[in-house]
C-alpha cells in the first residue's frame, strides 16, 4: 500500500532521524524534504505555515493533516499505517502491552528534555553560541536509571520484549547522538555508567532500517556530532549549512530488508 507521506527534517536532527526510521519500520513511501536548520529553513514563512513553532521534523499526508510534535508523527504513522505494515510491534493494538509502550513513550520525552536540551543544551550549543549544562550530569544519571530499570526488570534483549518499539527508536538516536557529542569528553558521557543500556543501544544500532537512515542521510548524527564538539572549543562556531547527502524532494520506496 502507498500513502503520501511528505517528510521535512534536517539530518542532523535526532527526532527527525528517528520519524525517518519509523517511517520506514512501516514500510512508508516517503517523500524527503530537506529542512535545514544552519541555513535557517525553520525560520521560512512557508515552513511556519505548517509548523509553527519552526523546528524539525514535519511529516503530513495531506495538506489538512500536519504533524510537527515527534511523538504525536510516530502515533500517527503507527495508528494510521503500522496494522498493514509490522503486525504492531512498534505500537501494539493489545491493550496491556500498548501500556507499556506508551509509558515508555513518555519516558523517552523525559530522556530527550534531560539529555538533549537541558544537559548537551544541543540546539543552544550549535546554533546560538550558548553552553552546555555538564553540571546537570547526575540527572542524567537518575534518568538513565530509570531506564536501565526497565531493561533489568523485563530481562530483555531491547528495553521491554525481545524486540524493539517506537520509544527505543527515539531513544537510541538520542543516546547515540549523546555519545557522539562527548566523544572526546568520556568522562562526561553517563552512559559509560550503563553497561546494559550500552549493549541495547548497539543492538538497536544493527537494524536494518538504523543503519538505512544513516546511510541515506548523509550520517547527520556525525556531521552533528563533530559541531557541536567544535562549538564547545569555540563559541563563534555555528551549525553549517547542510552540503552533505540527502535524497531532497525523491519519493523514496521501502525496503524489502528494512526490518
Known sequence: MEYDLHLFFDPRCYLGRSIFMICKEIRAYVTMRLLDLGNGDQHEAEYLKMNPRGVSPTIYDSPKNVFNNSHAIALFCANQYESVARRDKLMSFETRFRSKIDELLWLSMDVEHVICKEYLNIWGVVLRGEKPNFEKRQKVVDTLSTLNRYREYYE??????????????FLAFICDQMELCLSDMPKENPMEEFPGLQEWLGHMREVNSYKLVHEQTGNGNEELGKTYRAALKDSTVRLPKWDKKFPDKQR????????
Do not use: N
Request: cysteine-free; aromatic content about 14%.
Open 252 to 259: 523514496l520506496r521501502p525496503e524489502k530488508t528494512t526490518l
Open 156 to 169: 530483555s534483549k531491547f528495553i521491554i520484549t525481545t524486540y524493539y518499539t517506537a520509544p527505543e527508536v
